[in-house]
């Protein structure tokens, strides 16, 4: 079982930055994939990043591809998603995962373990 707790959210005027950070409670939180999810209003959840169990390898949805980073201290059991230029479009609640395997990273019924969300708000 992996308990994941996200923190960091806000809100932030365009163009500003925020950090999210992803606490886990598995001991073995060095061999999961994770990933960050975001869900807005009336829409569907959607992939932003992913990263490996090493954080060697990472992907981005095209929308927040040269914006967004995601990385993983394993020593602290922690990802994180550093988030620069928002855009109003970027506000949603944000969910960190956790899935054991790496593949079919962009589809959240492959993931095993969830956070409870935070919020990020953008304003134009």
């Known amino acids: 079982q992996v308990q994941l707790v996200e923190s960091g959210g806000g809100l932030v005027q365009a163009g500003g930055s925020l950090r999210l950070s992803c606490a886990a409670s598995a001991r073995t939180f060095s061999s999961y994939v994770l990933g960050w999810f975001r869900q807005a209003p009336g829409k569907q959840r959607e992939f932003v990043a992913a990263i490996n169990w090493s954080g060697s390898i990472t992907d981005y949805a095209d929308s927040v591809k040269g914006r967004f980073t995601i990385s993983r201290d394993n020593a602290k059991n922690t990802l994180y998603l550093q988030m620069n230029s928002l855009k109003p479009e970027d506000t949603a609640v944000y969910y960190c995962?956790?899935?054991?395997?790496?593949?079919?990273?962009?589809?959240?019924?492959?993931?095993?373990?969830w956070g409870q969300g935070a919020q990020v708000t953008v304003s134009s």
């Open positions: 995962a956790a899935k054991v395997g790496s593949s079919g990273v962009y589809y959240p019924t492959n993931y095993n373990y």
